[in-house]
């Protein structure tokens, strides 16, 4: 048994309680309890909308014999938390939406599969935007996640990004040691910015989405936020694979990501793209930029300066084509096959249709699936999505014709740090583009990270984002392990909700 107090337990990086596990310095059930614990104290944060503390125990009681019997893999013993969009076996999966109430999927993903092999510990489900739908966890059915980071000064509660905010939270608030998420079209990189976490996005096909709630299916990605580069290389590791149970998987060989972490970079090529200096951008973001830049070319790399013109279309391509999606994908919401069903009297299959979705879908699922419609409806498919299709493919030609010339693409991650609750919930448009610097990526189906790099005047966290060839994932990382080294970013916030 260990004499360390439980909250210096959930400090631990994954590699340090793994390499604590391993030696038997501390058990399985000490760190899961130790993280039960710090789970009910961040009930404040709303980062969990199901905890699951006795199959915590039972796992970590498995993972204890499995480091016995010396056969242990790089994530036993290690508690995670889940998005509420990967489905778990006999554990409430919603996405975080009415329609969904009462839905214990009878399988599991095959993400969550993978880290339960590995030996991972399920503290429970985590908050995010109903059906990943959100710049900001604003539209959960079970109300916002908060920003464990507040304004220095401040009482007032920070947005923690979005859609994977319960994830971002519960890690950054010492409430899971690491966290599952998805990303469509920033969903992971820019709420890690927002919280001082790492957050990577592979490639498009390197996780399978078998068992993910779909939100837009040519995009949706799994990825893991933790506390540090070397962190996620390992639970990445855990998470990926090729599936047969998902069309969209590809079969390659997944790499040692954490043996990728050289720290050498030597020689690489970081690309700057001219098109990401908007306009009004935040001088503190463009000065955490070059401040980038100038780490990256101390550390050996060389800078070169690249064009990605068709940048400025990809935020207007992405909102048509992921409602488009969505609209497809969340018609088999309709109360009859599993979740709500809401049945006016006296109505037909037609009403009973409508009263479900109305009463089941927030605002903002309501407003995407209506533009999606619009824009596959006869006589607007070819204005609008066949259109789109074709700019995301000269976006992607973009991206292709850059990494002819460079290893790594460096940019910010998100265009400010985090808001204050109702700040944009009401301007659709600015919420939006609170993607503008993660979408690009998204749409080529390029891996991304977000590493945190500095604080701005407020004290709040802001982001650095590198960007990499398709399945190159392993260079990425170790960019990102050589800007999180340089930037040597040790904040962390104030345990306000423990009070």
Request: glycine letters at 10%; charged letters at 20%; one cysteine or more.
């Amino acid at each position: 048994m260990s004499d360390a107090k439980p909250s210096d337990l959930t400090k631990l990086t994954i590699a340090g309680a793994r390499d604590m596990l391993s030696s038997g310095e501390i058990s399985a059930r000490e760190l899961a309890q130790a993280h039960i614990a710090a789970v009910d104290a961040a009930d404040p944060l709303n980062a969990y909308i199901v905890k699951t503390p006795e199959k915590a125990l039972a796992m970590a009681d498995a993972a204890d014999a499995r480091l016995k019997a010396g056969n242990a893999a790089p994530m036993t013993g290690i508690p995670i938390g889940v998005k509420d969009l990967f489905a778990t076996e006999g554990v409430r999966t919603t996405a975080c939406s009415h329609i969904l109430s009462g839905f214990e999927p009878a399988y599991e993903s095959t993400v969550t599969q993978n880290l339960w092999d590995a030996g991972a510990v399920m503290l429970g489900k985590l908050n995010m935007d109903e059906f990943a739908m959100g710049s900001s966890n604003e539209t959960s059915h079970y109300g916002p996640v908060k920003n464990p980071w507040r304004a220095t000064g401040s009482n007032s509660d920070y947005v923690p990004g979005g859609s994977s905010g319960g994830s971002v939270a519960s890690v950054a608030g010492y409430a899971a040691m690491g966290a599952t998420a998805s990303d469509t079209g920033g969903s992971i990189r820019q709420p890690a910015a927002f919280t001082g976490t790492v957050g990577v996005k592979p490639t498009y096909g390197r996780c399978s989405r078998y068992g993910m709630v779909a939100f837009a299916s040519s995009l949706d990605q799994a990825g893991p936020v933790t506390r540090t580069v070397r962190d996620s290389a390992i639970m990445l590791g855990a998470m990926a694979g090729y599936d047969p149970k998902d069309s969209t998987s590809v079969d390659r060989s997944v790499p040692d990501f954490e043996a990728a972490l050289t720290g050498d970079i030597r020689g690489l090529k970081i690309g700057i793209p001219q098109e990401y200096h908007l306009a009004g951008m935040p001088v503190e973001i463009e000065t955490l930029w070059h401040q980038g830049i100038d780490w990256l070319k101390a550390a050996g790399a060389e800078i070169v300066d690249i064009n990605l013109p068709h940048t400025k279309y990809a935020l207007p391509t992405y909102y048509i084509v992921a409602p488009a999606e969505a609209s497809s994908n969340l018609a088999r919401y309709d109360g009859v096959r599993y979740g709500l069903r809401d049945v006016p009297q006296g109505g037909g299959l037609a009403d009973m249709y409508e009263t479900t979705r109305g009463q089941g879908f927030g605002p903002e699922v309501k407003r995407r699936v209506m533009i999606g419609t619009y824009v596959l409806s006869a006589g607007y498919y070819d204005a609008y999505y066949l259109k789109a299709q074709k700019v995301r493919q000269l976006i992607a030609d973009d991206f292709r014709r850059a990494y002819e010339k460079v290893d790594a693409i460096l940019t910010p991650t998100a265009p400010s740090a985090a808001f204050a609750f109702g700040d944009k919930s009401d301007d659709p448009i600015a919420m939006y583009l609170n993607d503008v610097f993660t979408v690009p990526a998204s749409l080529a189906g390029l891996p991304g990270s977000s590493v945190p790099a500095g604080l701005d005047a407020d004290g709040l966290p802001l982001g650095l984002q590198i960007l990499g060839r398709a399945w190159d994932e392993e260079t990425v990382l170790k960019v990102s392990g050589v800007l999180e080294e340089a930037a040597g970013f040790t904040a962390r916030p104030q345990d306000w909700w423990r009070a």
